[in-house]
């Protein structure tokens, strides 16, 4: 009866250490993923080559091979703002702990019911676009236009 309840302890203390050390696994891979998410965000140290388009409707701006240090599509619109001397209005939306576009160049967020949407390689842009990464050879658009529903 005693070495029964000895397996079943020895047994008990196998699992639960077996548990211990799937959880202790488990967090340090979040941990990684999200110190590997932190290094998406934010400047490079070496500069890579980005195109950008901006469609607001009756004009149209166009730069190819922008040579930037910054990796998302919210820092590189401010860079070109900045170099080629166009206003970007934006606030912070806290609910979404990211940035959105409010104007691009005069042209305002709700006129005639369109939005600012943006597009890398065409494809529609899912997150905040202080969240998206660009990388060498990407086309950022930024098109006024109806939002996705």
């Known amino acids: 009866m005693k070495e029964n309840r000895d397996r079943k302890k020895t047994a008990f203390q196998a699992i639960a250490l077996v548990s211990v050390l799937a959880l202790a696994a488990f967090s340090l891979w979040l941990l990684a993923e999200h110190l590997e998410e932190g290094n998406v965000v934010g400047d490079i140290d070496t500069p890579i080559n980005v195109s950008l388009k901006i469609d607001g409707g009756e004009w149209m701006l166009e730069n190819m091979n922008v040579q930037t240090l910054n990796n998302t599509v919210y820092k590189f619109l401010i860079e070109c703002s900045e170099k080629f001397n166009f206003i970007v209005g934006y606030i912070y939306w806290q609910g979404y702990d990211s940035i ?9 967020n709700g006129e005639n019911g369109l939005w600012w949407q943006y597009y890398v390689n065409g494809a529609y842009g899912e997150v905040g676009c202080d969240k998206k990464e660009i990388f060498d050879g990407d086309l950022v658009e930024w098109r006024f236009e109806e939002p996705m529903q």
Not at 100 to 108: D, L, P, R, Y
């Open 100 to 108: 959105f576009v409010t104007s691009i160049n005069g042209t305002e």
